[in-house]
């Protein structure tokens, strides 16, 4: 299975990367290794909400439930993210991304802070 992971690079820009999860059959369904995180969070942005530049607060998976966002880093490129969307946003120092609502609806996403 594969996600986006953001990250600072050297130039302490942000830039994207897929990352494979690993999955491994259990007998029943393919799954993954368990991941230790602190907790969950739930948000709703407006429709056009706008977050200029800023990195990751943390190391978070965040995934995209209703809604589609589109992120963007230093040297312009754009990835967007709809309904199952997966990001590891990795990028906690540097100058970060733009975060952007977009699509005129609100969007509905989880935050799982990783520790």
Known sequence: MKIIRIYTGPDNESHFEEKE?????????EVSATEPAE???????????????????????????????????????????????????DDITGRGHITRVVGGQPRVYVMIPLK
């Not at 999860?21 to 369904?29: Q, R, T, W």
């Not at 209703?66 to 946003?89: C, H, N, W, Y």
Request: a positive charge.
């Open 21 to 29: 999860v690993d999955l491994k059959f259990n007998g029943d369904m």
């Open 39 to 89: 907790g969950i969070l739930f948000r709703r942005a407006p429709a056009n909400h706008l977050h200029s530049f800023h990195p990751a607060p943390r190391r978070q998976y965040v995934i995209t439930l209703s809604g589609q966002v589109e992120i963007e880093t230093g040297d312009g490129t754009v990835k967007r993210f709809g309904p199952g969307g997966v990001m590891l946003a």
